[in-house]
């Protein structure tokens, strides 16, 4: 299909993947309205988007966003809304009854998407199936029977949610039993498993899975060097090949008949270097850009899927050793990882989440709100 001139919407401009998904919409043809928060939002500062709405509230506050929507929706501005984080597109889930009677959407099936979101449902069915994850309690155990199968220490990770925030470790039972009976950490609403040791290294699959349950898009990243220093999001990614890593996230991903985008993280300790499974993202990360510097064009069959169009095929021979960072993090990383002079700091066939020389603006801005946020988000972490 020709995309040439179709209105595309895209939520949640302060998204750093938004300079890859607007550069990659602009070679497409698309008229792009994005929806920013602020002035310095990727979204905003970009060159290729024709039209920007700015509503500050909607970052945080998804009743406002839903006034917005309810806004702009109806309005026969668009074709089709392409959001980029799990609480917007939550929103046009909850009210795709009237949304979908003026748009498409542009992201995974709602059923898959809220499958994934459960980070206990992706361990569970991960267990039953075979599929490599760390030792995780089930629902149905005790905390005794699940102690009896894992050593500490453990790790206590919301069930829903994204990045870092109200991760705990226990290094004992005496710990476990403190951030539970305290109230910090409610059993119910957390994934309690194995702690990786030295399990900074990740894989992530970049899949697409089309409407017919046919894998489109099959390749694989490693990634490393987490800011925050142990507890943070991984700053670099390099293209690489496991194919069994792979098959595996095509495995999970069709087990739960996914239908769409998503990426499949596993966690690699250094004690046996077996990649498990940690979760799965519906969403498109700013890393996907690695993809797309290998030859797979996923926002293309994003929207070829959302117009019910034949998905073209990204099953090819990619290059390894394409890597795209977090240049912001991975500078911070370099300062105060002991491993900075392990693995050297490339620069030859890599490339920035967000910095482009055809569209420079954007890394500038977003470096701003980086500066910005970043004591705030600090703070966030360590709690």
């Given at each position: 299909?020709?995309?040439?001139?179709?209105?595309?919407?895209?939520?949640?401009?302060?998204?750093?993947?938004?300079?890859?998904?607007?550069?990659?919409?602009?070679?497409?043809?698309?008229?792009?309205?994005?929806?920013?928060?602020?002035?310095?939002?990727?979204?905003?500062?970009?060159?290729?988007?024709?039209?920007?709405?700015?509503?500050?509230?909607?970052?945080?506050?998804?009743?406002?966003?839903?006034?917005?929507?309810?806004?702009?929706?109806?309005?026969?501005?668009?074709d089709v809304v392409f959001p980029m984080l799990e609480p917007a597109t939550q929103v046009l889930y909850d009210n795709k009854d009237n949304y979908r009677q003026y748009v498409k959407f542009a992201c995974a099936d709602e059923e898959g998407?809220?499958?994934?979101?459960?980070?206990?449902?992706?361990?569970?069915?991960?267990?039953?199936?075979?599929?490599?994850?760390?030792?995780?309690?089930?629902?149905?155990?005790?905390?005794?029977?699940?102690?009896?199968?894992?050593?500490?220490?453990?790790?206590?990770?919301?069930?829903?949610?994204?990045?870092?925030?109200?991760?705990?470790?226990?290094?004992?039972?005496?710990?476990?039993?403190?951030?539970?009976?305290?109230?910090?950490?409610?059993?119910?609403?957390?994934?309690?498993?194995?702690?990786?040791?030295?399990?900074?290294?990740?894989?992530?699959?970049?899949?697409?899975?089309?409407?017919?349950?046919?894998?489109?898009?099959?390749?694989?990243?490693k990634s490393s060097r987490p800011y925050p220093l142990g507890i943070g999001t991984n700053s670099l990614f390099e293209s690489c090949k496991m194919p069994e890593v792979t098959a595996q996230a095509e495995k999970l991903l069709k087990l739960m008949n996914w239908h769409g985008y998503?990426?499949?993280?596993?966690?690699?300790?250094?004690?046996?270097?077996?990649?498990?499974?940690?979760?799965?993202?519906?969403?498109?990360?700013?890393?996907?850009?690695?993809?797309?510097?290998?030859?797979?064009?996923?926002?293309?069959?994003?929207?070829?899927?959302?117009?019910?169009?034949?998905?073209?095929?990204?099953?090819?021979?990619?290059?390894?050793?394409?890597?795209?960072?977090?240049?912001?993090?991975?500078?911070?990383?370099?300062?105060?990882?002991?491993?900075?002079?392990?693995?050297?700091?490339?620069?030859?066939?890599?490339?920035?989440?967000?910095?482009?020389?055809?569209?420079?603006?954007?890394?500038?801005?977003?470096?701003?709100?980086?500066?910005?946020?970043?004591?705030?988000?600090?703070?966030?972490?360590?709690?």
């Amino acid at each position: 299909m020709d995309f040439k001139g179709v209105r595309v919407l895209v939520l949640d401009g302060y998204g750093r993947q938004c300079a890859i998904v607007l550069k990659e919409l602009h070679d497409l043809g698309c008229v792009i309205t994005t929806l920013c928060v602020s002035k310095h939002d990727v979204g905003y500062t970009s060159k290729y988007v024709n039209a920007k709405i700015l509503e500050p509230q909607t970052r945080y506050d998804m009743e406002e966003l839903k006034k917005v929507l309810d806004r702009e929706i109806p309005s026969g501005k668009y074709d089709v809304v392409f959001p980029m984080l799990e609480p917007a597109t939550q929103v046009l889930y909850d009210n795709k009854d009237n949304y979908r009677q003026y748009v498409k959407f542009a992201c995974a099936d709602e059923e898959g998407f809220i499958h994934a979101e459960d980070k206990q449902l992706t361990m569970e069915l991960c267990m039953k199936n075979g599929i490599p994850c760390p030792i995780t309690k089930l629902d149905e155990e005790s905390m005794d029977e699940f102690l009896e199968k894992v050593s500490f220490p453990l790790i206590l990770k919301p069930r829903v949610g994204s990045g870092s925030r109200g991760i705990h470790k226990a290094e004992t039972k005496e710990e476990l039993d403190e951030l539970i009976n305290s109230g910090t950490v409610k059993v119910e609403e957390y994934v309690i498993q194995q702690f990786m040791k030295r399990g900074e290294i990740h894989r992530v699959s970049y899949t697409f899975i089309d409407n017919n349950g046919e894998t489109k898009t099959s390749m694989l990243a490693k990634s490393s060097r987490p800011y925050p220093l142990g507890i943070g999001t991984n700053s670099l990614f390099e293209s690489c090949k496991m194919p069994e890593v792979t098959a595996q996230a095509e495995k999970l991903l069709k087990l739960m008949n996914w239908h769409g985008y998503a990426s499949v993280c596993f966690i690699e300790s250094e004690e046996d270097h077996i990649p498990r499974v940690m979760e799965i993202n519906g969403r498109i990360s700013a890393s996907v850009k690695v993809s797309v510097c290998c030859g797979a064009h996923i926002v293309r069959q994003t929207l070829e899927r959302a117009f019910d169009q034949p998905v073209t095929s990204y099953m090819i021979d990619y290059p390894e050793g394409i890597r795209v960072r977090h240049v912001q993090a991975s500078a911070m990383w370099f300062l105060k990882s002991p491993e900075r002079f392990r693995d050297g700091f490339k620069f030859h066939k890599t490339y920035d989440f967000v910095f482009s020389w055809a569209d420079p603006k954007p890394w500038f801005s977003y470096s701003i709100s980086c500066l910005k946020k970043y004591n705030t988000e600090m703070e966030k972490r360590k709690r």
